[in-house]
């Protein structure tokens, strides 16, 4: 039998019987996304895909580590820099997570702006955003060259368990293809906001409609995103 179900005006309205009664039941979730926008869905839904990706990362790492019956190095003694004769563990480290923090905190200023209409800040902003990641990406290139030169490799290293090196290739350079990668889409997204694309509706890219602003708050979901999971790297591979 059919099912007689009542809309938000308060009148009844007949469902369907069998698969069709099961296919309007759920085709009708389809007013709780009314309110979002495609780009913004689309975010999201490949934000959880990379969510999983980077879990399976650092689960893999943890197994690794854990199964080992070789002393894993000590991050403190690997990731250390000699600063005036001395040894200061995790130093660059600590910079890095700094730098890629504050760069969430220009974000989210740039996001602000952004649907303010105000175009100068908002564009300064996002590039400041993006400096700040390629400050971030330089830093880890001159990590690497330095465990390189001391002998780090993926399938070794001079300080204990092989799959040391495999593990921080594997998890820091993806992280860092996604920080390029958003460094990139910044300064793009930051050139049209500053030439006034979604104002004058310039066709292209990310401009198909007058005052789209909305792109620069989905920049930075992706952007709180890379951040996030750097937090997670920082935690589980260089503190633990």
């Known amino acids: 039998m059919a099912e007689t179900a009542l809309t938000s005006t308060g009148t009844s309205i007949t469902q369907p019987a069998g698969w069709r009664g099961i296919a309007a039941d759920w085709s009708s979730d389809q007013r709780a996304f009314k309110n979002v926008s495609w780009g913004k869905a689309m975010m999201w839904i490949f934000l959880l895909s990379d969510t999983f990706i980077f879990s399976c990362f650092l689960l893999s790492y943890m197994t690794a ?27 660059l480290i600590a910079i890095m997570t700094f730098v890629l923090i504050s760069s969430s905190g220009t974000m989210a200023m740039a996001v ?46 001079p300080w204990g368990a092989a799959q040391f090196g495999s593990c921080f290739f594997m998890i820091t350079g993806f992280h860092g293809t996604h920080v390029t990668i958003g460094v990139i889409f ?30 620069v708050e989905i920049t930075g979901l992706y952007w709180h995103f890379v951040d996030l999971v750097w937090v997670f790297i920082f935690a589980f591979f260089y503190l633990w």
Not at 78 to 87: P, Y
Not at 188 to 205: L, N, Y
């Open 65 to 91: 580590r854990m199964s080992t019956t070789v002393p894993w190095p000590n991050p403190s003694e690997v990731f250390a820099l000699t600063i005036g004769d001395k040894k200061i563990p995790l130093i």
């Open 112 to 157: 602000n702006f952004g649907y303010r209409r105000d175009r100068a800040k908002t564009a300064a902003l996002m590039l400041a955003t993006a400096a700040f990641g390629a400050t971030f990406v330089g830093m880890q290139a001159f990590e690497w060259t330095k465990l390189i030169m001391e002998g780090v490799r993926p399938w070794g290293n």
């Open 186 to 215: 910044l300064i793009i997204i930051a050139r049209k906001v500053w030439r006034g694309d979604f104002d004058v509706e310039r066709r292209g890219f990310f401009t198909s409609r007058r005052g789209y602003y909305e792109i």
